[in-house]
Nanobody
Framework: VQLQASGGGLVQAGDSLKLSCAASARTFSRNTMAWFRQAPGKEREFVSAIIWYSGVTRYADFVKGRFAISRDTAKNTMYLEMNSLKPEDTSIYYC??????????????????WGQGTLVTVSS
């Protein structure tokens, strides 16, 4: 299974971007897909997750009200709509998938599959 993340780019503060994560296989073991990000010199941090079959969503506090996660089950693709971007959102954004216990969704170690990352740069 391969996850292909795309949609990153260079934008100005206050702008919007929409990231996509396409899974190569229609059926594989996963109940959760998520977005993480990692800035230079920092640890990978949780951004948002979605329960694949129910659509229930989870967000890190620092993106609540600005980012929206969604999925298209027919296209086997997850999205992250990012609005009101800030310079501190600059990071490589990774998508992930796996069979994740509800209490572990913020932990990168809980996910089995990872995309290659897409760079988001927000200038001030």
């Amino acid at each position: 299974v391969q996850l292909q993340a795309s949609g990153g780019g260079l934008v100005q503060a206050g702008d919007s971007l929409k990231l996509s994560c396409a899974a190569s296989a229609r059926t594989f073991s996963r109940n959760t897909m998520a977005w993480f990000r990692q800035a230079p010199g920092k640890e990978r941090e949780f951004v948002s997750a979605i329960i694949w079959y129910s659509g229930v969503t989870r967000y890190a506090d620092f993106v609540k009200g600005r980012f929206a996660i969604s999925r298209d089950t027919a296209k086997n693709t997850m999205y992250l709509e990012m609005n009101s971007l800030k310079p501190e959102d600059t990071s490589i954004y990774y998508c992930a998938a796996g069979v994740v216990d509800y209490k572990d969704y913020v932990r990168p170690q809980a996910y089995n599959y990872w995309g290659q990352g897409t760079l988001v740069t927000v200038s001030s």
